[in-house]
């Protein structure tokens, strides 16, 4: 039985770890106000997520989530608030379906996010067929 135990335990040591996909890792936002921690969300690994982690501003950690259209959530802090949630691979480096919220205005945009050539993450938030891009640099 110990045998056994011990080969479980290499083939699990020798199992090749899943490199992560380009857009995982935090990213600072174009502005340079604020910065993003994006990896799988919690409970669903198929999925990426972003937590705010950083805001330039000294006051931040008091900051509340005061324009969310719901009032039970305007006393949130938003540093750890989830800005980004939900979005599918499409390919390597490319995630769609997605949504993102922007804390300044309380709304809610479709998005994707894909990684450019010189390793900017792109985030598009879009309204209908109107879409705005961001580009954010690694933090």
């Excluded at 340079?32 to 950083?54: E, F, H």
Aim: with cysteine; aromatic share 6%; proline share 9%.
């Amino acid at each position: 039985m110990r045998l056994a135990g011990l080969a479980l335990a290499s083939t699990l040591i020798a199992a090749p770890a899943f490199a992560a996909d380009p857009v995982e890792g935090e990213w600072l936002t174009q502005g340079g106000s604020g910065k993003v921690r994006i990896a799988p969300c919690a409970g669903k690994p198929d999925r990426l997520c972003g937590l705010i982690t950083w805001l330039r501003d000294p006051g931040a950690a008091k900051a509340r989530d005061t324009s969310n259209p719901e009032p039970g959530l305007r006393s949130r802090p938003l540093i750890g608030l989830p800005m980004i949630r939900d979005f599918r691979k499409a390919a390597p480096g490319r995630w769609t379906g997605g949504k993102i919220y922007d804390p300044g205005s309380g709304k809610t945009y479709d998005s994707k996010i894909s990684i450019n050539p010189n390793v900017t993450l792109k985030v598009e938030g879009c309204v209908l067929v109107v879409c705005q891009a961001q580009t954010c640099r690694r933090g």
